[in-house]
């Protein structure tokens, strides 16, 4: 051997020592966590890699590669407790829930029309989803589900018998007897009784909360607990106001109201309530929903929309609102986020809701000061970060 040639053999092995030593540890990385491991915000590679109540996504816009982000929600009841009214928690809405990417054409012919959602309707509800818009129409001689116009379905805007969809409320409600199920309906049907007759032949109306039970004025509804109990776990309503007399369903805005949808309503610092509703500070309407979905729904900015700037509008309507936190937040592609998405909207304000504070896990750490230490002060975050001093023995919902 040359021993000239000795340093650059050296120089050489080191160089190799060096590159293997990198791959292995971008391996280590890349293997850090894998077949159920993968917590929230890891890299992973399918859904497989993430922990339960997570799934695999790609948000371009968020974060590089492929995360594991929330694919479920926190239930509050379980959490906590089911023993205050039903409008002192907050429920996640899938806008359009009917609206499924390649939902089966029931009518032949191509369907020219948006889609919202990616999960069927079962799949939504046991996520967590427990309110769900849908629009109703005259079609064929029965109601139909269709993302149409001018209030008329065509061929090429349907996706299937409301029946179909129905049915898979009742199944869910039917093998969870402790849940509650909030239906909206964008509503376009015309002929007598069209509604009732198709929630009756879903089997539904033996769930039906009665509409002489809602609470006007701006009341409490019932104890949630209460309407398990007494079966009445199925809420209706309607855009059509003339129903409320005739069939017996809430006319959506003589309880709630509710912010504009599409482009508008995401403008940031801006909340103002759609024209069909009362003002958003209208405290005679115990029900607040907040919409926060485009005109055109866009999939692959949909991890951006529910996520960071969908936080920031349920503060801002908050304000509009009274002061007062919504009820129910309604997006497109509900599971698409850059981490928490939609599902920590909901903690967040089922938090507000029951005990001031920015998420639900935090309630069940004043819980137990509150156990530990009744009669104390208890200091609650609050939005612009600051604290404030409560006694314990005045929070709600324990």
């Known amino acids: 051997m040359n021993i000239l040639s000795f340093p650059n053999m050296v120089f050489s092995q080191n160089l190799l020592l060096i590159i293997t030593a990198s791959v292995a540890a971008l391996v280590g990385v890349a293997a850090s966590c894998s077949k159920g491991e993968c917590r929230l915000h890891d890299e992973c590679s399918s859904n497989q890699d993430c922990e339960a109540g997570l799934y695999c996504l790609a948000c371009p816009l968020g974060f590089q590669g492929t995360r594991c982000v929330r694919s479920t929600i926190t239930d509050q009841f379980k959490l906590l407790n089911n023993s205050l009214p039903f409008n002192k928690y907050a ?18 012919v191509p369907r020219i029309t948006f889609t919202n959602q990616e999960d069927n309707v079962m799949d939504q509800l046991n996520n967590g989803a427990r309110a769900l818009m849908l629009d109703t129409y005259d079609f064929r001689g029965d109601v139909w589900l269709c993302h149409s116009f001018k209030g008329q379905c065509h061929d090429y805007t349907a996706f299937g018998p409301a029946i179909d969809t129905l049915r898979e409320i009742e199944a869910f409600l039917s093998t969870h007897p402790s849940e509650i199920v909030t239906i909206i309906l964008e509503d376009y049907v015309q002929a007598p009784n069209g509604l009732t007759k198709v929630f009756t032949d879903a089997g539904l ?20 607990n209460d ?12 855009s059509i106001q003339s129903k409320e007399a005739s069939e017996g369903i809430a006319y959506q805005w003589n309880f709630m109201v509710e912010n504009q949808y599409g482009n508008v309503g995401m403008k940031a610092g801006s909340c103002t309530n759609r024209k069909e509703s009362s003002s958003l500070n209208d405290k005679s309407r115990s029900l607040v929903l907040v919409n926060y979905f485009r005109c055109i729904p866009m999939k692959k900015l949909s991890c951006e929309d529910n996520s960071r700037n969908l936080i920031k509008m349920l503060h801002t309507c908050s304000g509009a609102a009274a002061n007062r936190w919504a009820n129910f937040v309604a997006v497109d592609y509900y599971k698409r986020s850059e981490g928490g998405g939609s599902f920590q909207a909901v903690d967040l304000l089922n938090g507000k809701l029951l005990c001031g504070c920015d998420d639900i896990h935090a309630c069940v750490e004043s819980q137990e000061e509150y ?28």
Do not use: C
């Open 371 to 398: 156990n530990n230490n009744k009669g104390t002060k208890v200091e609650l975050l609050q939005q612009d970060g600051s604290y404030i001093t409560r006694s314990s023995d005045k929070l709600i919902g324990w």
């Open 205 to 224: 109306m033996k769930y039906w909360f009665p509409v002489t039970n809602m609470p006007k004025n701006g009341q409490d509804w019932p104890l949630v």
């Open 227 to 238: 309407m398990v109990q007494n079966n009445q776990r199925l809420l209706v309503f309607t």
């Open 91 to 108: 429920f996640l809405a899938t806008h359009n829930a009917y609206a499924i990417d390649g939902y089966p054409s029931h009518t032949r």
